[in-house]
């Protein structure tokens, strides 16, 4: 089992910047890949970005470029730098671990609010 807990999230107005941050605990070396998701009130949870233990990483297209995925080396926690904040970002985000032979592992969601 793995346990994520999120942090960082709060109200910034647009243009501004934000720092998540996701510390898992419990059997890292199942961790395949980390990732955050988003969800905005009535729509679906979607991928923003994620890396694998080798360091590959993906972005959504509307994130490139704006935000950038990171993690320690020993999979103990990934990061979310988010600039050029838009409102639209706003959403609640979730940090997300694929494991090795488990289901997937999710936060509990940090709130991410961008005001014009």
């Known amino acids: 089992q793995v346990q994520l807990v999120e942090s960082g999230g709060g109200l910034v107005q647009a243009g501004g910047s934000l720092r998540l941050s996701c510390a898992a605990s419990?059997?890292?070396?199942?961790?395949?890949?980390m990732g955050w998701y988003r969800q905005a009130p009535g729509r679906q949870r979607e991928l923003v970005a994620s890396?694998?233990?080798?360091?590959?990483?993906y972005y959504a297209d509307s994130e490139k470029g704006r935000f950038t995925i990171s993690r320690d080396n020993a999979m103990n926690a990934v990061y979310l730098q988010m600039n050029s904040l838009k409102p639209e970002d706003t959403a609640a985000y979730y940090c997300?671990?694929?494991?090795?032979?488990?289901?997937?592992?999710w936060g509990q969601g940090t709130q991410v609010t961008v005001s014009a």
């Open positions: 890396i694998t233990r080798g360091g590959s990483t």
């Open positions: 419990g059997s890292l070396l199942i961790i395949k890949a």
């Open positions: 997300n671990a694929q494991l090795f032979f488990r289901p997937d592992s």
